[in-house]
């Protein structure tokens, strides 16, 4: 049984579990419970959804929609003109190109905006930069003076 089981996605086994548990009657729910390892309460719940015909289901997909976390930008929508603001003395960039860039380090940034309010980590700093179309300088060695021989 938990051969078939590694094979069925996450719905798949419930149900799974749920036509199983009901077969054996009373007891079957623990029983399956115990053999599958999956939680008495997963079980349940794909018995509810069986006896509802699988209403609500989708038929597409797997989980339903709007499950995750949600991005910074929808809960705090003033951070982008904030970083904005933030980046707005270091930009750089081809007057007539298309692309700018910051001088600014992701970390420094970051700490920048934490001073402002917002508890934001280096990766998603460097994300919404890159939602912004900006890119970030490299430093760059610069030689003062004709190389040695």
């Not at 929609?65 to 707005?88: C, F, W, Y």
Request: aromatic share 6%.
């Amino acid at each position: 049984m938990n051969v078939f089981f590694s094979r069925l996605d996450e719905q798949q086994r419930r149900w799974y579990a749920a036509l199983e548990a009901h077969r054996l009657g009373r007891g079957g729910v623990t029983l399956v419970s115990q053999i599958t390892g999956i939680h008495m309460d997963t079980i349940r719940r794909g018995r509810e959804e069986l006896e509802k015909d699988l209403e609500g289901r989708p038929v597409d997909r797997i989980r339903l929609p709007g499950g995750g976390r949600k991005r910074l930008e929808e809960k705090t929508p003033t951070i982008v003109p904030t970083l904005e603001s933030v980046v707005e003395d270091g930009i750089g960039g081809d007057p007539m190109g298309t692309k700018i860039w910051v001088s600014h380090s992701l970390r420094h940034l970051s700490q920048e905006l934490e001073g402002r309010g917002f508890s934001v980590g280096w990766v998603t700093t460097g994300r919404l930069l890159r939602d912004l179309d900006y890119s970030l300088l490299a430093n760059c060695k610069q030689f003062t003076g004709d190389p040695h021989p």
